[in-house]
């Protein structure tokens, strides 16, 4: 589950334009000459700069890959999965959809069905709005997740990001719906130039995030071997970390394909803890180190 933002800006340009009367210099006329009066001549008025006017921007992509991980969980492996995205955006507000198609599902120790059939198993919408203040971006919206695997449910998020070095990134994502609980997240990228083709530059892309989750709801209760049940204390850790490079290469007219590859880890005890008396710690099972490649194809407009 992706969660991108784009600017609103409002752009005034008055333009000043004054005339000059520029008299004709004149030198003493002989005696008894008429003298012509002074030529006068007004300076053309300047003109007013055009104002672009806002338009729809958006893009279109599918990406194929080994496995499916969402804040570090796994939720799809052994077999490619196929995840399309758009985006459209106007004027700071942006609707995405996004989807997962598991071409041969198979059951994840923390989610799944083991039916090793093809699966449409995931479609989440994500409405938001943007607005920058200098270097400062700030971002709310909301999602709703269409998922088969396990129970819908829905969050509202907010994100500060700073255009600096590093674009560091945090955002705070609500659960309200199935599974009441918040994840926070620190994220950091950066895209360099490293060769120019006649469409471009091909850029490496680098990128890191750390999350913590902090169950609310009873869903989060961990399990407890003296009560045989999730009756523990809810889950509360650092949660999941993940360092990622990709390779954006562009094919012109708005296209550009990108092989990535990302590493998963466990930042905690708590959230690599797996089995009790044969039970999971929590009832999404453990995050593992986890290595995730593949491809994504994009168009943007």
């Given amino acids: 589950m992706r969660w991108s933002g784009s600017a609103v800006a409002a752009l005034f340009a008055l333009c000043m334009f004054a005339g000059g009367v520029f008299a004709a210099e004149t030198t003493p006329a002989p005696a008894g000459t008429a003298v012509a009066p002074a030529a006068t001549t007004a300076a053309p008025a300047a003109e007013a700069p055009k104002v672009e006017e806002p338009k729809v921007t958006g893009s279109f992509g599918v990406g194929a890959f080994n496995r499916y991980i969402f804040r570090g969980y796994e939720l799809g492996q052994r077999s490619a999965v196929i995840?399309?995205?758009?985006?459209?955006?106007?004027?700071?507000?942006?609707?995405?959809?996004?989807?997962?198609?598991?071409?041969?599902?198979?059951?994840?120790?923390?989610?799944?069905?083991?039916?090793?059939?093809?699966?449409?198993?995931?479609?989440?919408?994500?409405?938001?709005?943007?607005?920058?203040?200098?270097?400062?971006?700030l971002t709310g919206g909301y999602i709703y997740y269409g998922t088969k695997y396990t129970k819908e449910t829905q969050e509202v998020f907010g994100s500060a990001a700073v255009d600096i070095i590093g674009h560091p990134t945090i955002t705070v994502n609500q659960d309200v719906?199935?599974?009441?609980?918040?994840?926070?997240?620190?994220?950091?990228?950066?895209?360099?130039?490293?060769?120019?083709?006649?469409?471009?530059?091909?850029?490496?892309?680098?990128?890191?995030?750390?999350?913590?989750?902090?169950?609310?709801?009873?869903?989060?209760?961990?399990?407890?071997?003296?009560?045989g049940d999730y009756t523990g204390k809810k889950y509360n850790a650092l949660h999941d970390g993940m360092a990622k490079i990709g390779f954006t290469v562009p094919l012109g007219k708005g296209f550009t394909i990108q092989p990535v590859a990302q590493y998963w880890i466990p930042l905690s005890g708590k959230a690599h803890h797996n089995l009790i008396d044969g039970n999971s710690y929590q009832r999404n099972g453990?995050?593992?180190?986890?290595?995730?490649?593949?491809?994504?194809?994009?168009?943007?407009?």
């Fill in 83 to 137: 995840q399309p995205t758009s985006t459209l955006s106007y004027r700071g507000f942006s609707a995405t959809f996004w989807g997962n198609l598991d071409t041969r599902q198979h059951a994840t120790q923390n989610f799944g069905s083991n039916d090793r059939q093809r699966s449409w198993n995931e479609t989440d919408f994500t409405v938001s709005y943007t607005h920058n203040i200098g270097k400062l971006g």
């Fill in 177 to 227: 719906a199935a599974y009441a609980g918040t994840y926070f997240n620190l994220s950091l990228s950066q895209s360099q130039p490293i060769f120019k083709l006649p469409t471009g530059d091909v850029t490496v892309d680098l990128g890191a995030s750390a999350g913590y989750f902090m169950g609310e709801g009873k869903y989060w209760r961990t399990y407890q071997s003296s009560t």
């Fill in 286 to 301: 453990a995050i593992d180190n986890t290595f995730v490649y593949g491809i994504n194809l994009g168009f943007t407009f």
